[in-house]
Structure formats: C-alpha cells, structure tokens
C-alpha cells in the first residue's frame, strides 16, 4: 500500500509521516531528503544551479540511499549537512531541474512497488505515486508553520527570528507552488488536514482513520 503525505514546508509532515510509518508497520520515505542530497553532491563537484545538465548528469552517477535513520550519499552519512541552511537554499538546483526530477521519480517508484510506504513531498500524490491507495495534503497557517521551524531550527544551534523564517518559506512556497515540473499542489483526491492547534498524536490519529 502507498499513503503519500504532500504539503509545503513547516507542515509536520515528516513528523506525522514518520509515526503514520511507524505505527502500520510501514517505510517511511522522505523525498525531500533526495532533492537535498542531489544539491550536496552538486556542490561538492563545484557545479552551480545553472549548470543544468551537468546536475542531470551527476544524478545518474551518484548513489543516494534514505533510510529512516538517515542519508548516505556515496556512502557517505550526509544526515545532518543536507539540513544546512546552505544545503537548504541550493536544493531548488535539484527540485527545479526536470532531469533530475525524472531520475529521483524513477527512484521513488522503484521504492514503492517493493514496500508498503509512507511517502513525503511535494508531488508524491500528483506525479509520483497518482494511483496511491490514501493521499493526504498536510498544512498549516504560514505563521504556524514558520513558528515550528524557528522552533527546529533554534533546536538545532541555528537562531532566526520568526519573521526571518517566514520570508524564507513565502519564498520556498512560491518556488515549489510554481515550478513547471512536480509543483506542490494537492492532488484532487487527496483529503486536506489542518495541522494548527493539533498535536502530532492528534494529527497521525487523524490521518490513520483515513487509511483504507
Ligand atoms: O521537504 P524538504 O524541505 O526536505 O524538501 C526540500 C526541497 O525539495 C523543497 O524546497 C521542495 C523540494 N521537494 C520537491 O520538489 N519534491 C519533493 N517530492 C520533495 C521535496
């Protein structure tokens, strides 16, 4: 069974995701995790956003395996650098290119025709996975959702104001609700859950209910 678990940044969806995974026995898979990591190793080489095709190129050489635990690109644990604020403002490198779009959807398919998974994104109900038995679109006031990452982020040694964060994620918002290719839109039969005001519990709770 595939359940895809789409929305904008800040929603919780890897949270609620990874316990939605957790509590039906099921993978967890955290596409954005793959975006990230096709970025890093893009940086690594030198290149930069506009060497398109050499990005393309790159993605088909490198291995980049998502577990639950964490993320080796080359076998190498990249789990915590891919989550940099630098990693986090060049992954449009990767999640704007429809090359590597078409290469990391391959990716994913193959993922999901082995395992029964939970799938995190933007597109996994739309493009990815559009036959998936339970799709749900996962959101939250733009305030609220800036609040929990200033929250993550300040857990994490990094301090940004709210309204720093805020104008950040309308930037990222618009970048994913606008590009070409795998946009972040909700996929007509996906059910729409609020996360304001909701625990994490109260969420996956939610959510379990819809699953078939
Ligand atoms: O979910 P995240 O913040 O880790 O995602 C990182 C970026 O990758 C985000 O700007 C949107 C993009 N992304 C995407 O385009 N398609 C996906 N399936 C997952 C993430």
Request: with cysteine.
């Amino acid at each position: 069974m595939i359940i895809t678990i789409d929305g904008p940044a800040g929603a919780g969806k890897s949270t609620v995701a990874k316990a939605l995974a957790q509590r039906l026995g099921f993978r967890f898979l955290d596409t954005g995790a793959m975006y990230r990591a096709v970025a890093l190793a893009a940086m690594r080489r030198g290149l930069d956003g506009s060497q398109t095709d050499e990005i393309v190129a790159l993605t088909g050489q490198i291995e980049v395996i998502v577990e639950e635990d964490g993320v080796l690109l080359d076998g190498d644990d990249v789990t915590a650098e891919i989550r940099t604020p630098e990693v986090t403002a060049n992954t449009h490198w990767a999640a704007d290119n429809p090359g590597v779009r078409e290469q990391l959807v391959e990716w994913q398919r193959r993922i999901g025709e082995s395992e029964n998974i939970v799938s995190e994104g933007r597109d996994q109900g739309t493009v990815v996975f559009p036959d998936a038995q339970c799709k749900i679109f996962l959101t939250a006031t733009p305030e609220e959702r800036a609040r929990r990452r200033a929250r993550d982020l300040a857990a994490r040694g990094e301090t940004l104001s709210e309204a720093e964060v805020l104008a950040q994620q309308t930037q990222r918002d618009h970048r994913d609700q606008s590009r070409s290719c795998g946009p972040l839109v909700a996929a007509k039969d996906a059910v729409e859950v609020i996360t304001d005001g909701l625990s994490q519990e109260e969420v996956v709770d939610r959510i379990a209910k819809l699953v078939p």
